[in-house]
Every structure is written in structure tokens, then in C-alpha cells.
């Protein structure tokens, strides 16, 4: 169903002020925003070139932003914006017609907030929010209803926590992050010794500290250090459901996928891509620049860029398990081929000597 906004516009206001050339009618008005396979004759979709599943010539899209070498792909009844990079451009129409609604700049009268916390004269605190000692929250910022900051908590200007976001004490959140619902940031992490066949807990005693322009997806939780801090630098974007242990370090502009699990003190580098459900390790190293497949598991560091995979395809039931079966053999299929190839190198000196 495609979104609208709360006027029309006129292709050529968009194209202007993307700095685009329009191929068709720029008089044409856009009433919604679709994408490509779901938009009408009055919306407004965009294509970045061929994908699975998409038909772009099949499209009933009225205006679609498209790169010049792709314009031919397209349905010659739909008016064209060219530009250079279709799915920035698509954001930037986005930001345009659909507005970060303004905030209230006011305190709840249901929040609590301690006396000895400080907050901006802009601060936006949503119903039921929880303000511990000595918070320090910067101008612009939004704290959603529900969510709870501990004591020493720091959240940086133009920062919004959505909805119960929970920052335990003296974590520091940066500058224009976005914190989606359920976030749990400063949790105690995994930290276990064991006495006597007992599990004692390990006090956690440092912090989380976030750069600016992260964003932190929904039931995602970022452990505390041991005793340094867990870091996440500036630029990083994380996805739902993510588990970030304690003493992880993640370089700037990194993303990584939902459901991906991160064990203690595991370094990611600068540009890094995580898919969904990858697992790493603890005290492990990925270099800058270095891009995970989904669902892999990854054991050992990596000190070289690329791009990296682990695990089998899926197959039949049946097809897995004879390919499990042989997969137990593989040491004893290695040996005897060892012993073919002596074999065989024998005989060739055998045959040498014999010319």
C-alpha cells in the first residue's frame, strides 16, 4: 500500500531539488511513494537496477528515479527522474515529504527525573520515562515513553530513544543515534568463573559507549564491559535482535544484520557488513572492510578484507544427511588418497628407471 503524504507534488519540484533531469512530464503530480512492483500511476517508486523478483518493465508506476542506463528498462508511460544513485535519491524525497514530526520539547508530567539530572531546555521526555542521578542529556534530544537511564547516563544532542530504552548506569549514547524499542544498553555481561563446579558472577564493572549516528535496532542488548568499555563507534547501524557481549569493539560505519550474535571481546573494523545470524567467537579480529555471508560462523580472526562464508547450502533431507555421512569420512577418503598418490609417484620413478 503505498504511503502519502500530506500534499501532492509536481515532478518537476522533486527533480529540482534533486539536482535531477526529468524524462517525461514534469507536470505530472505524486500523490504517494511505492515500491516499484507495488506502486500506481500517481506514485512514486525507483529502480537501482535489476534485482530478484523485480520486472521493472511490468512496473504501473507513474514516476520512477532511476540511473540514465537503466531508463530503457522501464515502462516508456512512466515519467523518469535520472539520477545517479536511485535509492539515495528515493531517501531524500522520503525525508522531504515525510517529516520527522516535531517534538513536544516538554517533560511529561507522568516521567520521573531525578533533581541531580541534567537536561537540555529542548528535551523531549516522553509518559513513564525514568531519569536516574546525574544524567546529562543533550539539546534536542527525545526520550520515548517507557524508557529508563540510569544513574551517569549521557545522551548525546538530536538523539531519540523510540520506546522503552533501557541505558543502565554511566553509559554514554553519542550525538543523532536512533534506539528503537526494547533496546537494552549496559546490561551485565556474561562474565562467569568457575569455583568448585559452581558458576560465580563476575562483577561488570565498565561501561558502554556509543558514537554518534549509530542506530540500534529493536530487542537489541550491548553489554557493559568487564572493566574496559564496550565501544561502538561513530556511523555504526545494528539491526534487531543482535547480541553484542561485553569488551566487543565495532569500528565506524559497520552494519550487521538481525539475529547475529557477538561473543566477548571480538574486534570488528571499520566498514565491516555482518548478514543475518552470524556468529563470532570471542577474542577474535576482523580487519577493516571485511563482509560476512549470512548465517556463518566465524572461529578464527580474519586479517585480510574480502568477503567470507561458512556453512553448507540447503539441499533435500535427503541429499544432507548422505552428504553429512560422507562429510565424517572426509579423514579417511584424505588418508587413502595420501596413500594412491604414493602410490602412484612409485610408480612413475619406477617407470623412469626402467627408460
Known sequence: MPAIPTEAVRVADVAA???????????????????????????????SGNRR???????????????????????????????????SAFVDVLEWLFPRPEASK????S?????????????????????????QIGSGARIGPGCILGEGVSIGSD????????????????????????AV?????????????????????????????????????????????????DGVKLDNLIQIAHNVEIGAHSAIAGCAGLAGSSVVGKYCTLGGGVGLAGHLTLADGVHITGMSMVTRSIRQPGVYSAGTPLDTNENWHKNAARFKQLERIVQRVQVLESDLNALRNKDEENL
Open 17 to 47: 531539488r534533486l539536482g535531477a533531469l526529468v524524462r517525461g512530464d514534469a507536470e505530472r503530480l505524486i500523490c504517494g511513494v511505492a515500491s516499484l512492483a507495488g506502486a500506481t500511476i500517481s506514485d512514486l517508486a525507483y529502480f
Open 53 to 87: 523478483g523485480i520486472q521493472p518493465g511490468k512496473s504501473s508506476a507513474g514516476v520512477v528515479l532511476c540511473r540514465v542506463k537503466d531508463q530503457e528498462a522501464l515502462p516508456s508511460s512512466s515519467v523518469l527522474i535520472l539520477v545517479s544513485n536511485p535509492q
Open 106 to 109: 516538554r517533560v511529561d508530567s
Open 111 to 135: 516521567a520521573s527525573v531525578h533533581p541531580d539530572a541534567h537536561l537540555a531546555d529542548d528535551v523531549t521526555v516522553g509518559p513513564y520515562a525514568v531519569i536516574g542521578s546525574g544524567c
Open 159 to 182: 538523539t531519540e530513544l523510540i520506546a522503552r530504552v533501557t541505558v543502565m548506569n554511566h553509559c554514554v549514547i553519542g550525538a543523532r543515534c536512533v534506539i528503537q524499542p526494547g
Open 185 to 233: 544498553i549496559g546490561s551485565d555481561g556474561f562474565g562467569l568463573v568457575n569455583e568448585h563446579g559452581k558458576w560465580r558472577r563476575v562483577p561488570q564493572l565498565g561501561r558502554v559507549v556509543i558514537g554518534d549516528e549509530v542506530d540500534i535496532g529493536a530487542n537489541t542488548t550491548i553489554d557493559r564491559g568487564a572493566l574496559d568499555d564496550t565501544r561502538i563507534d
